[in-house]
């Protein structure tokens, strides 16, 4: 599948007011996961000195609904007031077999990380929050054009905030560079209990539907 991708991503210190908006306009639970995704290029980091994104996620759905892996393309940002790229995913089989010929391709592991992802549509737009290790929670909207994620921002209380440019890998890797790390992956502890939201924020949109 080829699209244009169109979001705004905003820091979510406090996801209340957000979950209370979104249950007051009636928004639809889609999804809960967990995430994990890994970024991967060229030897000679073709892709990033073209401000494009190869990747391979996974998801681990925290409901019942099943999902397969997916090879991702980011093309370059294009010219707009929020961030937009040429977005081209395959869904797969095996992330094994992916993986195997990626690195056949040439391709080979730059970053990898994790985040649990709780997802509503709302009217013509996907809103989303993402809890990371190292960075916390952030709100994405994503939406078919501007207006869209323009409006979606405004009726959620975010219209007046100015968006996060830079993507998860970005901020992420500046975590472990004021953290003194060196590491190439972000990943839960899985020895640490799982945070309420945003999967208790989940069943509570479930219920309130």
């Given at each position: 599948?080829?699209?244009?991708?169109?979001?705004a991503?905003?820091?979510?210190?406090?996801?209340?007011?957000?979950?209370?908006?979104?249950?007051?306009?009636?928004?639809?639970?889609?999804?809960?996961?967990?995430?994990?995704?890994?970024?991967?290029?060229?030897?000679?980091?073709?892709?990033?000195?073209?401000?494009?994104?190869?990747?391979?996620r996974?998801?681990?759905?925290?409901g019942?609904?099943?999902?397969?892996?997916?090879?991702?393309?980011?093309?370059?940002?294009?010219?707009?007031?929020?961030?937009?790229?040429?977005?081209?995913?395959?869904?797969?089989?095996?992330?094994?077999?992916?993986r195997?010929?990626?690195?056949?391709?040439?391709y080979?592991?730059?970053f990898?990380?994790?985040?649990?992802?709780?997802?509503?549509?709302?009217?013509?737009?996907?809103?989303?929050?993402?809890?990371?290790p190292?960075?916390?929670?952030?709100?994405?909207?994503?939406?078919?054009?501007?207006?869209?994620?323009?409006?979606?921002?405004?009726?959620?209380?975010?219209?007046?905030?100015?968006?996060?440019?830079?993507?998860?890998?970005?901020?992420l890797?500046?975590?472990?560079?004021?953290?003194?790390?060196?590491s190439?992956?972000v990943l839960?502890?899985?020895?640490?209990?799982?945070?309420?939201?945003?999967?208790?924020?989940?069943?509570r949109?479930?219920?309130?539907?």
């Amino acid at each position: 599948m080829t699209s244009i991708e169109i979001e705004a991503k905003y820091p979510l210190p406090d996801p209340r007011d957000l979950l209370d908006r979104l249950r007051r306009l009636g928004a639809e639970p889609l999804s809960r996961e967990l995430e994990r995704t890994v970024v991967l290029d060229r030897r000679s980091r073709r892709h990033a000195r073209r401000g494009e994104r190869v990747r391979l996620r996974t998801r681990t759905c925290l409901g019942d609904r099943p999902s397969r892996p997916v090879v991702t393309f980011k093309g370059p940002r294009l010219p707009g007031p929020f961030k937009q790229r040429t977005e081209i995913e395959l869904a797969v089989e095996c992330a094994a077999s992916a993986r195997r010929l990626l690195r056949a391709l040439g391709y080979r592991r730059i970053f990898e990380y994790e985040k649990r992802r709780t997802a509503w549509r709302l009217d013509r737009a996907v809103v989303v929050i993402d809890d990371l290790p190292l960075i916390g929670r952030f709100v994405e909207i994503e939406g078919s054009d501007a207006r869209v994620v323009r409006e979606t921002a405004a009726r959620l209380g975010l219209g007046d905030r100015t968006p996060e440019d830079r993507g998860y890998v970005r901020l992420l890797r500046a975590a472990l560079r004021a953290a003194g790390r060196r590491s190439r992956r972000v990943l839960f502890s899985r020895s640490s209990p799982a945070r309420r939201t945003p999967r208790a924020a989940g069943e509570r949109i479930a219920r309130a539907a």
